[in-house]
């Protein structure tokens, strides 16, 4: 019912920029926080930046300074600008929306996209 598609993903050099993207499609009445998490190898999957409705985000210490994000309420749609990158963050990056279908709007669900690698390296 309801797709999440990332793109952006690639490889990059040691302090450059990477931009995803993500866009929610499918049977959806409202979406009310977005943002991305990561997986490392050998890691647990971790959050990296949230970002409600009316803009508030919420970044995890270790991209704090270094990686944005913002969405586009019309096209359903969260962006990841991550900047100065580092070997470290070279992982999994995982697209999260919360949101309401509008076959059950009082009942709010979370999604998950695919997933893009980022891969840091020279």
């Known amino acids: 019912q309801v797709h999440l598609e990332e793109s952006g993903g690639g490889l990059v050099q040691p302090g450059g920029s990477q931009r995803l993207s993500c866009t929610a499609s499918g049977n959806i009445f409202s979406i009310d926080t977005m943002g991305w998490y990561r997986q490392a190898p050998g890691k647990q999957r971790e959050l990296i930046a949230l970002?409600?409705?009316?803009?508030?985000?919420n970044y995890v210490g270790s991209v704090k300074g270094r990686f944005t994000v913002t969405r586009d309420n019309a096209k359903n749609t969260v962006y990841l600008q991550m900047n100065s990158l580092k070997f470290e963050d070279t992982a999994v990056y995982y697209c999260?929306?919360?949101?309401?279908?509008?076959?059950?709007?009082?009942?709010?669900?979370?999604?998950w996209g695919q997933g893009t690698q980022v891969t840091v390296s020279s």
């Open positions: 999260y929306s919360s949101l309401r279908l509008k076959t059950s709007v009082w009942q709010v669900t979370d999604y």
């Open positions: 970002i409600n409705t009316d803009g508030g985000t």
